[in-house]
C-alpha cells in the first residue's frame, strides 16, 4: 500500500489544531505523507513546516500544485482567500478536502461544485460534526420516526480568537462561519435539503476599526425543509466576557421529542443513547475521507462538496433574507441565480 500525498493550503488556526493532528494517526499507519505545505505567513509556515515534519514549503499554491505530484489536497483558509485552488485540483485530478465556510460568493462555490462533480474526484466540506457517534444515532432514530419541528439555540462564550471572525466582511457573520456546522447537522438529521430561509438579524452599530467585531449581535433564522418539516436556528454573540454559554438542539417528531448532544440522546426525558468515550470528530472526518480516496467512491463520504452546496445555500440565504427585512429565500431559486 503506497502512501497517498498529501498537500496542504492554509496551515494556520484550524490546520494545526485539527486536521494536521487528526492525520498525523493515518501518517504513522503509513497510509499518508505530508509532502508540501502553501501558506502566505513565511513564519508559520516555516514552523508548521517543522512541527509536522515537511520539506517542501510555498507561499504560492500554483507553484505548489505545479511541482509536486500531490494524490490529496486540503484547502483550510478563509472564505474571501478562495480564488482557483478548487478548480485546480480538479483539472488535475486531485482528491479534495475544503474546509467551511467554502464561500462567501454563491456563484464561486456553485462554479467550483460544478468542476468537482464533473471530474469525479472524492470530495469533502469539513462538516466534523456529522462524524460524531451521537449523529449517526440521532439520524438512525429519527429515520424510525416522523419528524415535524427542530430548534436550535447557540449562545457563543468568549472573545474570537482570530481577526478574519471577527469581521461581517472577512466571514460573512457567525451564523455562516459557525453556525453552518449546526445547520448542516440538521440537514443530516433530517435527511432532507433546506427549501426556504427567512431570517431577522440584530445588527451591532457599524465600527470602521478593522480590529474590532462589527458582526451581527443576535441571528433568528426559520428554515423550511423540502420535505415540509420547519426549523429554527438562533444564534447569539454578545456572551464575549464571560463563561457562560448554550447549545441547545431538539428535535420533534409525532410523540417524541428527542433532546440532542454530542454525548447522549434523550427521548422523552429518557436517555436512549449515551457514548462509552470521548470521539475526536476530525479523527474520524479524516479516516472516512482518506478511506474514500483510496477506495476512489466519493459515497463514502459524510459531506461531499455537491452534498454540502445545501448547507452553505442555507447560511447565505438567510444572510440576504435579512438584507432584506425578512423576506422570504427561496434556495433552489438562489442558487441557480447565482450561476
Known amino acids: 500500500m503506497s502512501a497517498l500525498r498529501v498537500g496542504f493550503i492554509g496551515v494556520g488556526h484550524i490546520a494545526n489544531r485539527s486536521h494536521l493532528p ?12 505530508l509532502q508540501a505545505f502553501c501558506d502566505m505567513d513565511a513564519q508559520l509556515l516555516a514552523e508548521q513546516a517543522r512541527a509536522f515534519g515537511v520539506k517542501r514549503t510555498y507561499s504560492d499554491h500554483h507553484e505548489m500544485l505545479d511541482k509536486e505530484k500531490l494524490d490529496v489536497l486540503y484547502v483550510i483558509i478563509p472564505p474571501t482567500c478562495h480564488t482557483d485552488a478548487e478548480l485546480l485540483a480538479a483539472e488535475k485530478g486531485i482528491a479534495l478536502f475544503v474546509e467551511k465556510p467554502q464561500a462567501l460568493d454563491m456563484g464561486q462555490a456553485v462554479c467550483f461544485e460544478e468542476a468537482i462533480r464533473r471530474s469525479g474526484i472524492v470530495s469533502a466540506v469539513g462538516f466534523m460534526m456529522r462524524y460524531y457517534p451521537a449523529a449517526e444515532q440521532l439520524r438512525e432514530l429519527v429515520a ?19 481577526h478574519w471572525t471577527n469581521r461581517k466582511e472577512l466571514c460573512g457573520g457567525s451564523f455562516v462561519e459557525n453556525s453552518i456546522h449546526t445547520v448542516d447537522l440538521l440537514r443530516y438529521f433530517i435527511d432532507s435539503d433546506f427549501e426556504a430561509v427567512s431570517a431577522f438579524y440584530f ?35 454578545v456572551l464575549t466576557n464571560t463563561k457562560a454559554s448554550r447549545w441547545e438542539t431538539l428535535v420533534v417528531c409525532n410523540d417524541s421529542l428527542i433532546e440532542y448532544s454530542h454525548s447522549q440522546i434523550v427521548e422523552n426525558g429518557e436517555v436512549v443513547w449515551q457514548s462509552r468515550e470521548q470521539a475526536n470528530p476530525f479523527a474520524l472526518q479524516a479516516k472516512h475521507f482518506i478511506a474514500a480516496v483510496r477506495a476512489g467512491d466519493p459515497s463514502m463520504v459524510k459531506s461531499s462538496y455537491s452534498t454540502a452546496r445545501n448547507s452553505l445555500a442555507a447560511v447565505l440565504g438567510a444572510n440576504a433574507s435579512a438584507d432584506r427585512g425578512g423576506e422570504m429565500i427561496h434556495l433552489p431559486t438562489f442558487v441557480d441565480n447565482a450561476r
Open 203 to 237: 445588527e451591532r452599530p457599524c465600527d470602521p476599526d478593522p480590529k474590532t467585531i462589527n458582526l451581527p449581535y443576535a441571528y433568528n433564522v426559520n428554515y423550511r425543509f423540502a420535505s415540509n418539516v420547519v426549523a429554527n436556528v438562533t444564534t447569539s454573540r
Open 144 to 162: 424510525h420516526r416522523t419528524p415535524r419541528h427542530a430548534n436550535i439555540q447557540l449562545f457563543y462564550s468568549g472573545a474570537p480568537v482570530r
Open 22 to 33: 487528526a492525520l498525523v494517526p493515518l501518517v504513522e499507519a503509513g497510509e499518508v505523507v
